[in-house]
């Protein structure tokens, strides 16, 4: 299985902290990880995986070069970045609410419809 370089936009948050968890722990195949957040958590310490990260504030060029991106910000912060990481090759996972209802992008619960995962244009829900 290929690593990913992955990038998690709110990595300082309860959604982002719970992705981490989900990631250590079915040993994701990381080849580099990217941690982001909003300016005011830039610079906090993450532990992941027996390492230690520094959170970077979100930025398009902090999104350069990312193969999957994990959103588990805001909507706004969905809306105005997840296109352009798209747009720059990646796969976008978007936790809220901005994508849930836009008639292209799947709503994805894999335990019921992993399927769409095949029919996706960039951006999953």
């Known amino acids: 299985m290929a690593a990913w370089h992955v990038a998690l936009v709110g990595a300082t948050g309860i959604v982002g902290e719970e992705i981490l968890r ?10 580099q990880l990217t941690l982001l957040a909003s300016r005011r958590s830039a610079g906090t310490r993450v ?3 027996n390492q230690s990260y520094v959170v970077r504030p979100l930025t398009r060029e902090a999104l350069r070069g990312i193969d999957l991106a994990l959103f588990a910000a805001d909507a706004e912060t ?5 296109p352009q990481v798209v747009s720059a090759g ?3 996972i978007d ?3 901005a994508s849930r209802l836009v008639p292209d992008v799947p709503l994805c619960v894999p335990e019921i419809n992993a399927d769409v995962l095949l029919r996706h244009q960039g951006i999953i829900a």
Do not use: Q
């Open 22 to 31: 989900v990631l250590e722990e079915r040993d994701f195949p990381l080849d």
């Open 47 to 49: 532990e992941f995986c």
């Open 78 to 82: 969905s809306t105005t970045y997840a």
């Open 90 to 92: 990646a796969i976008v």
């Open 95 to 97: 936790c809220s609410n």
